[in-house]
């Protein structure tokens, strides 16, 4: 009887033992996911979540093409009234245009025009995600440095936008003609331009303060 007593303590023991060790084991593979995870940018998820609802669009509209449907038709189909007027209201109020404020916002807009331009190449990707697996998210610990050759289409594009922003930069950058009787009250001819557009926004409440000054009657 204590002979069996002693065994089954010991079985007892090796099950705990067992236990302890697999959740050890989760508890170190659960950590390692939550450092990953930590260390993803903090726009991750969406940016993930966006490239599969892309994916499955795509195989969407193969499908419908294999079968001789207008995608277009049948994803309105698919679509409820109240869900279109919702989507309608949103693509209204999506970046408005309201006008210039400073040069940061200025270039964030453009930012977010350029990139609401590209165009992912989903069958490149799909075959890199296969190739690469999880080392084509990086993190902060990932050695990436000289392992990616650009494809030469990629170049091209990326030629062909910039060559597209220099022309359309240009046709908004010509010198303006010079005035001999306006006033100077600039430095340089960015001072200049800032000067334009602050006159531009606020001279009229300032145009009393300004004219008290020149007349030297400013309280």
């Known amino acids: 009887a204590a002979a069996q007593k002693g065994e089954e303590r010991l079985r007892k023991f090796r099950e705990l033992h067992m236990k302890r060790n697999e959740a050890r084991k989760l508890n170190h593979q659960e950590v390692v996911e939550e450092d990953k995870r930590l260390k993803l940018p903090a726009n991750w998820e969406a940016k993930k979540a966006r490239l599969e609802w892309e994916l499955k669009v795509e195989e969407k509209k193969k499908e419908c093409a294999a079968r001789g449907e207008d995608?277009?038709?049948?994803?309105?189909?698919?679509?409820?009234?109240?869900?279109a007027e919702r989507w309608e209201?949103?693509?209204?109020?999506?970046?408005?245009?309201?006008?210039?404020?400073?040069?940061?916002?200025?270039?964030?807009?453009?930012?977010?025009?350029?990139?609401?331009?590209?165009?992912?190449?989903?069958?490149?990707?799909?075959?890199?995600?296969?190739?690469?697996?999880e080392a084509l998210y990086p993190t902060s610990d990932s050695l990436l440095h000289g392992t990616h050759v650009p494809s030469r289409e990629g170049v091209d594009r990326m030629v062909a936008d910039l060559e597209k922003q220099i022309e359309k930069r240009e046709k908004y950058s010509r010198r303006r003609p010079y005035n001999d009787d306006a006033d100077i009250d600039y430095i340089n001819e960015r001072n200049a331009k800032f000067n334009k557009k602050a006159e531009r926004f606020y001279g009229k409440y300032t145009a009393e303060i300004k004219q008290n000054l020149e007349r030297g009657t400013a309280v």
């Open 89 to 133: 209201r949103k693509k209204k109020r999506k970046n408005p245009d309201l006008g210039f404020s400073d040069y940061a916002a200025a270039q964030l807009r453009q930012y977010q025009r350029l990139t609401r331009q590209i165009k992912p190449d989903l069958e490149q990707y799909e075959k890199l995600k296969e190739q690469y697996g």
């Open 71 to 83: 995608y277009e038709r049948v994803k309105l189909l698919e679509i409820s009234a109240e869900d």
